[in-house]
T-cell receptor
Framework: KAGVTQTPRYLIKTRGQQVTLSCSPISGHRSVSWYQQTPGQGLQFLFEYFSETQRNKGNFPGRFSGRQFSNSRSEMNVSTLELGDSALYLC?????????????FGPGTRLTVT | QKEVEQNSGPLSVPEGAIASLNCTYSDRGSQSFFWYRQYSGKSPELIMSIYSNGDKEDGRFTAQLNKASQYVSLLIRDSQPSDSATYLCAVSNYQLIWGAGTKLIIKP
């Protein structure tokens, strides 16, 4: 079974621009969660989508948004990029939303904002 | 505030020895517990999940859960240099809370 895929793998953007990252979950998985990881902050939860609905949201500004499509693929968008948005963005999929379900991570998208 | 605490390390263990990684959590209602391994520059990889008190073994890895004391641990037997990584503990009660990770170094 194919794993979680994320595109693009690497991205360089300029301050003020916007960016869209894509995530395709494991086949049959309906929940997708997004995380930001930086060396100093560890894994920070952005949001979770299940059946095209945002189920949970972390403590990030409104510049960070996401959506999920009917085939469970998900995108996240960051508008008006800031230098501090440079990070590894990880997508994780699970069978469903809830306590018992294991999350499996994609390889991540490394975003550099200059 | 729900918290998951891990010693940041680095924890240095000789090759062939047992590495013991610990994690404590604050939410008594937590129901699911996960250990992930993350190599530098890579994404986290699920190693073990445990849902009930006691031990769960998978190869060289053993997860131990004690809900009364609110801790979960991961033992790695016969440690290998390839086990050198950061180990993340995650605890869930309808919301997954992550620890900051323990960096493990296995010395040949």
């Amino acid at each position: 079974k194919a794993g979680v895929t994320q595109t693009p793998r690497y991205l360089i953007k300029t301050r003020g621009q916007q960016v869209t990252l894509s995530c395709s979950p494991i086949s049959g998985h309906r929940s997708v969660s997004w995380y930001q990881q930086t060396p100093g902050q560890g894994l920070q939860f952005l949001f979770e989508y299940f059946s095209e609905t945002q189920r949970n949201k972390g403590n990030f500004p409104g510049r960070f948004s996401g959506r999920q499509f009917s085939n469970s693929r998900s995108e996240m968008n960051v508008s008006t990029l800031e230098l501090g948005d440079s990070a590894l963005y990880l997508c994780a999929s699970s069978l469903a939303s809830g306590t018992l379900y294991e999350q499996y991570f994609g390889p991540g998208t490394r975003l550099t904002v200059t | 505030q729900k918290e998951v605490e891990q010693n940041s390390g680095p924890l240095s263990v000789p090759e062939g020895a047992i590495a013991s990684l610990n994690c404590t959590y604050s939410d008594r209602g937590s129901q699911s517990f996960f250990w992930y391994r993350q190599y530098s520059g890579k994404s986290p990889e699920l190693i073990m999940s445990i849902y009930s008190n006691g031990d769960k073994e998978d190869g060289r890895f053993t997860a131990q859960l004690n809900k009364a004391s609110q801790y979960v641990s991961l033992l790695i037997r016969d440690s290998q240099p390839s086990d050198s990584a950061t180990y993340l503990c995650a605890v869930s009660n309808y919301q997954l809370i992550w620890g900051a990770g323990t960096k493990l170094i296995i010395k040949p």
